[in-house]
């Protein structure tokens, strides 16, 4: 059904109406004129825009994303609004997200744009009134004006009044006057837009208006000479007045005011008019404005002028001069002398088409706009003409015999687009260039365009054809060849890769072919393929007469003159039949085929065959017949020589054996004639080939056809037969000859095998001897002992009788010689004593100076430098003493920063509650209930300070099950610490929050917060890991992917950048912000001068003195614009002033950065280095420079800028509990010198609203040059393997085992994640953490770790029945559980207490095991070292191939126990057991417990093992393992001088931490101090309430009511007119005042029941939230609202 027309033209009639009927008679009557001039700017901007826009209805919302209005900017100031710089102008951005921040810039574009062209800025409507949609109304009455001025300035046309005109449902004027009545707004006054801008003008006002009106005045009179005078009246300000117009004006002007007095009737006739506001309309509303008069002068003179150009466009004969002086008059651009001609034929043109398309109207014009479009076409057509005259005239010179010989020149002429050729194909440009120098000689004259356009298409197949003929691509070429355009004949399918082969063969002898060369080849190779086919047709009748085996058809077919076979003999016919049959036979098996056919060239070749054969047999048969003659002729030097015969070629002759060949020739004829053989005349031989030969002997003559009287018994000896007689004869002459020739190598074969028998023998005796060898070395033993001791008997005989004189001969003589040598030495000595001391000094120092410098600085430093330095691998007691005292602080700092966190956390927590207790004066019990938390937080804190002394129980207790899984979780996270992959993907696999809760709680806990730099190197590690893994999202590819461009570095918050940031500004990173901030920070605190770079404030602060100081009020304005500030030279002053205030401030904070880089941690440079890699090698087209962006995003915004902004709360200055050192001024300058940083490290500079600050702007880009060496020189750091001296060895030769300390809670929190995450972080089937999960089984519970399950399994035997009974009976049964809410207390309390977790592998390689590389390595080193300290050589391998002496293995054991003494000396020390020792020292092995010699052989196997995994080698001596060792020894040295920094920084930090916690201490005992005091106040008025305390309030509203106080805003599934029948009562808890019951009825029937806690509803508020659901989510309430009146009802604020 159509819906009616919406009817609110009349609020007076003759019935009578009440008060609100009128008064929403005349709202609805706004509402539908409202509409209309929606309408009327809709229409209206469709027209400029020449887009349709949205229904009127829906013109508000679409407005407010821009791009319409920008659009608009773009139509009438171009050059102000281009169509680039529009924001979303397709809306796609629009369509999918809504609207954005930066749709604004296209509402700035558009006031922009109006600025320009002079629009009065009364009429601008603020930002937020569109986008925002604050005050749409007022953005239309913009559009009106803006409408109106353009066409005064004759740029657009005006705009339609469409009142009572446009059509509206009656649903849609109900729905505007709901809105217009929601928002309260009142609509702007269009009737008085004219006047308004007249009054705009700077002209006098009255003068004008007056001539306003006498111009109204003399239309209404219709004297045209009046209308035309008054125009003319200067004070009317009117421009392009033409008398000769004046009847126009008059005519039009008249019609235009008419229509205006009409409309303002129309608008006015239905209301109720009254004198007042009678009196209040503009006079405008039925006059003409300056503004029409103005836009329908210049209208009118545009139509004249137009009428007069079509007027002269219908005449035949136009003059050149008075078509383009009209065309200026007009207005129109680009118009140029000399194209009148082109032109004129344009608009005729254009005219007769527009006549074709209304043919019925005889008065058809052009408009201004289609006639500027005629004529920049015609400007084209005309530029095309004469470029295209140009380039053939270009063309035809290149062609004249005169011109250069440049086919590229002339190509680029024929491509060029403006010259109007058809399409050139440009890769042949010879062919062009000749074909048209041809066409030009053969027309004798210049070509023309057209000629040249006509002759393109054919030279282009040519051309193309050309260029496949260079390709040989035979497909390409045969569709080339096809191409109409060349118009080829004879081009047969079925041959088209034999002419294209003929035509590419022909091109290579040419630059190029012309169509008559291709042709003429085509017909060739036609002809060729004739012949060709004739020779086929012989070729098969040949085959199909060798199939038949047809002699005489045969012979018939090779004779065909076709076939052109050469040298066929008729007598061979047999044999051609027979040989090209076994060719055919050859073919078929070869080819498989069962009827193969021979071709031309195999035919030919066995007629070759077969007559070469021929002749060959003919001279064989005749060489055999003439031997037999020599044999028969008794002659063997005949026959001999008859054998050498080349025909006969008989192998193996040797002259000496000529004679014996001629006997043994006629021994094998007289045996052929003892078998009964004789003479024939036909003798047949076999040829080479196996073929029978037939030879006469009597006529020579031979032939392939057996004879009829052939008898093959003959006499006559065969080739065979000689060869083989031959043969044999020569084989045994020669075996003869090389007996003769090889006589000494027999003689020699005979000898060796004599030797072998004589060495057969020697063996036998051999072996006997070693089977009797223990026989014979008892004879020989015994003889040599008999002769020995003779000898010895008879010399021991003689010196016992000479016994004395012996012994005093050598006791003198020992004696003089070393009392002489002793002697003279002390006399030398102590004459040169003090020399010698000196030079030992020096020598020793020297020397051991060369050896450190070479083990230090020799790549490959000498084993014996090594060995001297070895004994500083020994770990000493002091080693020991320090490692135990590191871990001692490093135990103490941890807890002291999680104590210190959790003690912030709480007093933040205390903080807010105290603001919101003063801040509503309520639930005091709760403030008081967190502070008793908080004290007795503090206790269980000191209580923790020290270690408990109590029995071991649950996790830590003494059984096996429990010491199983504390071994199963210290091996779990040992991997999770040293292998960054699993918590890199753990934390992106959790919710934003919850991932930043666990890296503060979990993950900083198992790196000790980095204490050392082993836990830093690993720290580093997993931040580098998980930055590439949030980068690197899914490949980088994938849709959820969190940083898929550069700049979401900067505009996001990733989540590893605000962890690193966050971990650095610890106790390391504050005391370094302090270090470089302080000093400046200080400087800025102590002037008291403001640094104030607004222009509105400080001629604020001006007005303010200057008032001040003279008592009287300034005649200035108080509230201007930032120009209008800007404007008075005090301000400027001021301004300057503030500005070199500024500027010094913040060069000394630049400095202060720039100067200290080592201050900045060295982790988060690490982190800087990564993050600019990453992004490089992410973004590769990224410049450097938007990468270095990202880097100061995270050095200087997220960690510098915040200390500066806030200084007390980063620690950079001192502040105490309850006060603080910075007031407002201090706070603001700080913020003016943090935003200029801030600019300076991102390249912006100070534009737009901040122009004023423009003075600065070459500074900040001076700095920002400054921080892009800066950031670069942050990134440059080394590489933390290199920085912390770590290698894959490092956990290996740890003094201690890694410990970490951690709580229960977060143990199993962790164990819980990397089961439900298992598969995601370790997707590999055999990655180790499957087994290590489980190994460890399901999570268990807290009650299993804390090993209280019995205890209370033996208390209470129900005990999760009690539980359950308890948790239903709620707090009513309270005080009956209070003993196990004690225990369950005191179980919380345990789960959070920290345990340490001792790290360790769980892949444990037996010592004896030597599978794994890296063990094996260690325990050779081991070895090793202990071997070089006894043995000395040039190089390892020396020392392993030298045997140790007696000496040498004494000390080695020596060493073995004094390594043993002191370890039981340590242990003793220590009071602990090697099974509980934390300490982990050099054990003893039993491979270091072996004899020297034992351990060397050792030391030689695992070399060989190591040398197989080219660790080692033996050919540099195995020097990589001494390399290994000197490095130790270093390493040793340098983590010695690491330890002592290490505990020094542990000292301080702790040292800061307790100065910290004193702090947080102080603010809790003031916090305390004000509990107290509210708690006296509270004693104080406790007896005054008990005595007027009364029964509880309770208040009762309607939803209707609440609704109305904007405090409920819905109820689910209740329309409003019900909203009287609910009933809401709310009461205070007689117990807790803090606490409301809030009950709702329905028709007084009680539907539902909540509580609501004021202290959640202040949180709430706190934490920004303005809605909450109540009732299970069925109605919503204004957070705010209910707690003022909550407030105001019960606690009478």
Wanted: aromatic share 8%.
């Amino acid at each position: 059904m159509e819906e009616s027309r919406a009817d609110f033209g009349s609020i007076t009639g003759d019935e009578r109406l009440t008060a609100d009927e009128m008064d929403n008679k005349r709202s609805q009557a706004m509402a539908y004129e409202y509409l209309c001039h929606l309408e009327e700017a809709k229409q209206w901007m469709e027209y400029c825009l020449q887009e349709e826009l949205p229904p009127s209805t829906e013109l508000e919302e679409s407005l407010r994303n821009g791009v319409s209005l920008a659009k608009l900017g773009h139509y009438f100031a171009s050059e102000v609004v281009p169509v680039r710089k529009i924001y979303d102008k397709d809306l796609k951005r629009f369509q999918q997200r809504g609207l954005h921040f930066k749709h604004t810039d296209n509402i700035n574009r558009w006031f922009r744009a109006m600025e320009h062209v002079g629009v009065p800025m009364i009429f601008y409507p603020e930002t937020t009134d569109i986008y925002d949609r604050k005050n749409m109304p007022r953005t239309i009455y913009c559009l009106h004006a803006l409408s109106l001025f353009l066409f005064k300035l004759g740029k657009a046309p005006q705009m339609k009044d469409l009142y009572g005109i446009a059509e509206f449902t009656e649903e849609q004027v109900t729905i505007m006057q709901t809105e217009l009545e929601k928002y309260g707004i009142q609509l702007p006054q269009f009737n008085k837009i004219g006047g308004i801008l007249a009054n705009e003008m700077s002209v006098d006002e009255a003068s004008l208006h007056a001539a306003v009106i006498a111009i109204n005045e003399a239309l209404e009179a219709g004297d045209v000479a009046a209308t035309c005078s008054a125009l003319l009246n200067p004070q009317a300000h009117l421009e392009g007045v033409n008398e000769g117009n004046a009847e126009s004006y008059q005519e039009r002007l008249l019609q235009h005011k008419r229509a205006k007095v009409e409309a303002s009737q129309n608008k006015n006739k239905d209301k109720s008019m009254d004198e007042e506001a009678i009196a209040d309309r503009d006079m405008y509303e039925e006059l003409l404005t300056h503004a029409e008069l103005q836009g329908n002068l210049s209208k009118i003179n545009v139509d004249v002028k137009l009428e007069t150009l079509n007027v002269l466009l219908r005449g035949e004969d136009v003059e050149a001069a008075s078509l383009v002086a009209i065309l200026k008059e007009l207005g129109i651009a680009n118009v140029e002398e000399g194209n009148e001609t082109w032109y004129r034929h344009q608009l005729i043109q254009d005219l007769d088409a527009k006549k074709v398309q209304d043919p019925e109207n005889d008065s058809v014009l052009l408009v201004k706009e289609e006639i500027q479009s005629s004529v920049t076409n015609a400007n084209q057509l005309a530029v095309k003409h004469r470029f295209r005259k140009s380039t053939v005239a270009n063309i035809n010179t290149l062609l004249s015999e005169d011109g250069d010989i440049d086919a590229d020149k002339l190509m680029k002429f024929l491509l060029d687009p403006e010259a109007g050729f058809p399409e050139v194909f440009p890769d042949f440009p010879a062919v062009h260039f000749n074909e048209l120098l041809k066409a030009r000689h053969e027309k004798g004259s210049e070509l023309t365009h057209d000629e040249i356009a006509a002759l393109l298409p054919r030279l282009n197949a040519l051309a193309r054809l050309n260029k496949e003929l260079v390709a040989g691509d035979v497909s390409q070429i045969w569709v080339a060849a096809q191409q109409p355009e060349l118009g080829l004949e004879h081009l047969d399918d079925n041959f088209r890769t034999r002419i294209c082969d003929a035509l590419v063969e022909e091109k290579k002898n040419h630059e190029y072919l012309n169509i008559d060369q291709v042709q003429g080849k085509i017909d060739c190779v036609n002809a060729e393929i004739a012949v060709e086919l004739a020779r086929v047709e012989g070729v098969n009748e040949l085959n199909d007469a060798l199939d038949g085996s047809d002699v005489d058809a045969m012979l018939k077919a090779l004779q065909n003159p076709t076939l052109k076979l050469e040298n066929v003999d008729s007598a061979n016919i047999t044999h051609y039949i027979r040989l090209m049959k076994k060719k055919k036979d050859a073919k078929r098996t070869a080819e498989e085929e069962q009827a193969p056919a021979l071709w031309i060239d195999e035919i030919q070749e066995t007629l070759d065959s077969t007559n070469q054969q021929t002749k060959v047999a003919l001279k064989q048969a005749s060489a055999v017949a003439a031997v037999n003659m020599a044999i028969e002729d008794s002659d063997w030097e005949q026959s001999y020589e008859m054998l050498k015969h080349p025909d006969l070629a008989i192998t193996a002759l040797t002259f000496e054996c000529g004679s014996t060949y001629y006997d043994q020739f006629k021994v094998v004829k007289e045996d052929k004639i003892t078998e009964g053989k004789g003479e024939t005349d036909w003798v047949m031989y076999k040829t080479r080939e196996g073929d029978d030969y037939y030879f006469n002997i009597d006529t020579l003559d031979g032939t392939w056809d057996q004879p009829e009287q052939f008898n093959p018994d003959t006499i006559q000896l065969s080739k065979e037969e000689i060869q083989s007689v031959v043969n044999d004869v020569s084989a045994a002459y020669d075996r003869c000859q090389w007996y003769k020739d090889n006589e000494n190598q027999i003689v020699k074969l005979q000898s060796f095998g004599r030797m072998c028998i004589a060495k057969r023998r020697y063996n036998e005796r051999k072996n006997f001897m070693d089977n009797q060898l223990p026989a014979i070395v008892t004879i020989q033993s015994a003889w040599r002992g008999h002769v020995q001791r003779k000898k010895f008997a008879e010399r021991i005989k003689h010196l016992q009788e000479n016994t004395q004189a012996v012994v005093t001969i050598q006791k003198f003589v020992r004696m003089w010689k070393l009392r002489r040598a002793f002697l003279n030495r002390l006399d030398y000595l102590k004459d040169q004593n003090k020399s010698i001391v000196k030079l030992q000094a020096w020598f020793r120092s020297n020397k051991a100076r060369h050896d450190y410098k070479t083990l230090i600085g020799v790549e490959n430093p000498p084993l014996p430098v090594v060995r001297r330095f070895v004994h500083l691998l020994d770990q000493r007691a002091t080693d020991f003493a320090e490692e135990i005292e590191l871990q001692e602080l490093k135990k103490s700092v941890i807890q002291r920063i999680k104590g210190n966190n959790d003690h912030e956390k709480a007093l933040n927590t205390m903080d807010i509650k105290i603001g919101l207790l003063v801040k509503n004066r309520i639930s005091l019990q709760d403030v008081i209930n967190h502070s008793h938390n908080l004290r007795k937080k503090q206790a269980k804190d000191i209580a923790a300070g020290g270690d408990g002394g109590g029995m071991a129980t649950g996790l830590k207790a003494l059984n096996k099950a429990n010491r199983a899984r504390l071994e199963a979780y210290q091996h779990l996270f040992y991997m999770l610490q040293t292998n960054p992959t699993y918590f890199g993907k753990l934390i992106f696999k959790m919710p934003v929050g919850r991932s930043t809760d666990f890296m503060q709680q979990v993950i900083f806990a198992v790196y000790n917060y980095a204490s050392n730099s082993r836990e830093e190197y690993l720290l580093l590690k997993l931040f580098r890991t998980a930055l590439q893994e949030e980068i690197d999202f899914i490949a980088g590819e994938d849709p959820g992917s969190k940083v898929d461009k550069v700049k979401e570095i900067a505009t996001g918050n990733p989540l590893v950048i605000k962890m690193v940031v966050s971990f650095n500004r610890g106790a390391k990173g504050n005391s370094s912000l302090r270090q470089i901030l302080a000093p400046q920070v200080s400087e800025v605190l102590k002037k008291k001068s403001v640094i104030n770079t607004s222009p509105i404030e400080i001629y604020k602060a001006w007005i303010s003195q200057r008032e001040m100081e003279t008592g009287e009020a300034s005649d200035l304005p108080y509230n201007v614009t930032t120009e209008q500030a800007y404007a008075h030279k005090e301000v400027i002053s001021r301004m300057q002033d503030s500005l070199n205030q500024l500027r010094q401030a913040t060069d000394g904070f630049m400095n202060a950065i720039c100067n200290n880089i080592d201050q900045i941690p060295y982790g988060l440079r690490y982190i800087a280095k990564c993050l600019r890699n990453l992004l490089s090698t992410k973004f590769p087209e990224t410049p450097d420079e938007e990468v270095l962006k990202m880097v100061g995003n995270l050095i200087y915004y997220r960690f510098i800028n915040p200390a500066i902004i806030s200084p007390d709360v980063f620690d950079i200055i001192d502040v105490t509990a309850g006060n603080t050192t910075l007031n407002t001024d201090q706070r603001r300058n700080l913020g003016s010198i943090a935003k200029v940083l801030q600019f300076a490290s991102t390249g912006k500079s100070f534009v737009d609203d901040h122009s004023h600050m423009d003075p600065i702007n070459q500074y900040m880009k001076e700095a920002y040059e400054r921080f892009k060496t800066f950031f670069k020189a942050v990134c440059d750091v080394p590489e933390p393997e290199e920085k912390h001296n770590m290698d894959e060895f490092s956990d290996a030769v740890l003094l201690v085992k890694p410990v970490i300390f951690i709580s229960l809670k977060e143990v199993v929190d962790t164990h819980k994640l990397l089961v439900e995450h298992e598969e995601e972080i370790a997707p590999d089937g055999n990655d180790p953490l499957h087994d290590m999960l489980e190994e460890l089984g399901d999570v268990p519970d807290y009650s299993t770790l804390l090993g209280t399950s019995h205890h209370h399994h033996r208390s209470s035997p129900n005990r999760s029945d009690s539980k359950k009974e308890n948790h239903q009976a709620g707090s009513s049964e309270g005080d009956k559980s209070g003993a196990g809410n004690n225990d369950k207390n005191q179980d919380n309390e345990a789960i959070k207490a920290e345990i340490s977790l001792t790290l360790a592998s769980r892949v444990e390689v037996q010592e004896d095991d030597d599978s794994d590389v890296k063990n094996l390595l260690l325990r050779t080193k081991r070895m090793v070292i202990d071997i070089i300290r006894i043995q000395g050589k040039e190089n390892l391998k020396l020392v392993l191939d030298t045997t140790a002496t007696d000496e040498q293995e004494d000390l080695h054991m020596a060493n073995i126990s004094k390594l043993e003494n002191q370890k039981r000396e340590l242990d003793e020390k220590e009071n602990k057991k090697d099974e509980e020792s934390v300490l982990k020292t050099r054990s003893l092995l039993n491979e270091n417990k072996l004899p020297l010699e034992d351990m060397k052989r050792r030391v030689l196997r695992n070399l060989e093992k190591l040398e197989t995994h080219q660790i080692v080698s033996q050919e540099d001596n195995y020097q990589s393992i001494v390399n290994m060792i000197a490095r130790d020894i270093r390493n040793q040295r340098r983590y010695r001088q690491r330890r002592k920094q290490e505990l020094s920084k542990l000292m301080q930090n702790e040292e800061r931490l307790e100065q910290k916690s004193k702090s947080l201490e102080e603010q809790s005992e003031y916090f305390n101090q004000y509990i107290k005091s509210c708690l006296s106040s509270l004693t104080a008025k406790s007896k005054q309430q008990k005595k007027k305390k009364k029964k509880a309030m309770t208040i009762k509203y309607t939803a209707m009511e609440l609704y109305r106080k904007k405090i409920v805003l819905e109820v689910e599934g209740l329309d409003q007119s019900k909203f009287r029948d609910v009933l809401f009562e709310i009461s205070q808890n007689d117990d807790d005042a803090g606490k409301f019951v809030v009950a709702a009825k329905f028709c007084g029937l009680n539907m539902d029941k909540v509580t609501v806690v004021f202290q959640d509803l202040l949180q709430l508020q706190y934490e920004g939230v303005n809605h909450m659901k109540m009732f299970e989510g069925r109605a919503r309430v204004n957070v705010n609202l209910l707690i003022f009146l909550l407030n105001k009802k019960f606690f009478g604020k």
